[in-house]
């Protein structure tokens, strides 16, 4: 015990200090994913797909000193990625870039100036209703694969959320039953009403266990986990590959605009913070119907 007091009270080391060159890029790297820069300011998700890159990036070109790394080369680093990932690349480098500029293992950040093109693309595909009556079709309430499909579709969430949702989650509310949410990417808190149609998906479901949603051996899925099973599942009903679980959360906010509900009435639901968040997400929203709802709120005395 005496120890251990000893070693909590003595100074931090970086992970990796004593392995790595002082002023390197595996040394820099190490140090910033030991801070609170690293860890204070973005979601455990975002963290995990920065550490990822990190590790990748420092595996390559540990050994090379940090205050030497010119622009020319990361824009040729960038450019040899696709181009979603080297969005994320060039989000990952600039802040460990940012952390150098601190802690003076840099003069000026080389990614300063860097500017990406912009990727012209609609994101997740947006579930249409056919396909969602094909995938309900050829699994019945009472099933798992159903189960999944009405949880992401009627409470317009991530995956991430719903794996993590379970009856202790219900509320009772003056309006009826709710289910709590905080969210795992925002922290923001929602109270979601339960739709009839999840409603009865839920009576029929036998449960268990703290997820509504179990493994085979009865644990909780993984994000990524839960992302292959459900391909899975689409495959099996024979749905194509754009189908996903997160082009559910896009088609749940396209049918709530095709209803005529307000952005922040949707906005409510979805957890999403800006608009400009959720033009994208009813984007694929059925132009004609929007016109016919508008015309009958205008024609309403």
Known sequence: MAEYEKAMSGARTA??????????????????????EFFGSKSAGTQRMRRGIL???GAAYGDRPFALLPPEWIEALLDSKPPHAARSWL??????CKFALKR????????????????????????????I???????????????????????????????????????ETPDGPALYVKQRKTGRELLIAIHPALSAVLDATPSEHLTFLVTAT?????????????RKWCDAAGLPKCCSAHGLR?????????????????????????????????KDADQAKLARNALAKALIR
């Open 15 to 36: 992970i990796g200090a004593g392995r790595v060159k002082a002023g390197s890029v595996a040394a820099v790297i190490a140090e910033y994913k030991d801070s609170r």
């Open 55 to 57: 590790d990748r990036f």
């Open 218 to 230: 009865g644990k909780p899925y993984g994000d990524n986990h839960f992302s292959t099973q459900f």
């Open 91 to 96: 989000a990952t480098l600039r802040s460990l």
């Open 133 to 171: 009556a094909r995938y309900e079709a050829y699994y019945p309430i009472g099933t798992k694969p159903r189960l999944a499909l009405a949880l992401l579709l009627y409470t317009t969430q991530r995956r991430s959320d719903v794996v993590r949702m379970g009856r202790q989650h219900i509320r």
């Open 250 to 282: 896009k088609a749940a906010c396209r049918r709530f605009a095709e209803k005529g509900c307000s952005g922040p009435e949707i906005m409510a639901n979805s957890g999403h913070e800006t608009m400009k968040e959720l033009v994208r997400y009813t």
């Open 104 to 131: 003076r293992y840099l003069r000026t950040d080389p990614t300063a100036n860097i500017k990406l093109r912009s990727v012209k693309s609609d994101g997740f595909h947006s579930w249409t209703d056919d396909q």
